[in-house]
């Protein structure tokens, strides 16, 4: 069983940055590509950016593209969002989700493990 838990999030004016965290327990880190999602009150969840389980590809939504970065470090089992620039649109709950030897995905259907979110909120 997996358990993951995210933190990082908080307030923020538009413009700034927050860097999320999620750190990964349970299996083996290095064999689970991990994603990012976010959902808005009233509105569906939606993809942010993903992580091959070797770390060598990434995906990311156009909306968060140049703006915000996913890295991995299997040492300390953890994925980490770094999002710069910051706006009021980017405000929801922020999840991680782990899925078993995969290459990093947009659909949230073929992660197994999600986290319980952190919540951000860009002020404008």
């Known amino acids: 069983q997996v358990q993951l838990v995210e933190s990082g999030g908080g307030l923020v004016q538009a413009g700034g940055s927050l860097r999320l965290s999620c750190a990964f327990s349970g299996l083996t880190f290095s064999n689970y590509a991990m994603g990012w999602f976010r959902q808005a009150p009233g509105k569906e969840r939606e993809f942010v950016v993903a992580?091959?389980?070797?770390?060598?590809?990434?995906y990311y939504a156009d909306s968060v593209k140049v703006r915000f970065t996913i890295a991995r470090d299997n040492g300390k089992r953890a994925v980490y969002l770094q999002m710069n620039s910051l706006e009021p649109e980017d405000s929801a709950v922020y999840y991680c989700?782990?899925?078993?030897?995969?290459?990093?995905?947009?659909?949230?259907?073929?992660?197994?493990?999600w986290g319980r979110g952190t919540q951000v909120t860009v002020s404008s």
């Open positions: 989700a782990a899925d078993w030897m995969g290459r990093g995905s947009s659909s949230s259907s073929v992660y197994e493990y």
């Open positions: 992580i091959s389980w070797s770390g060598g590809s990434t």
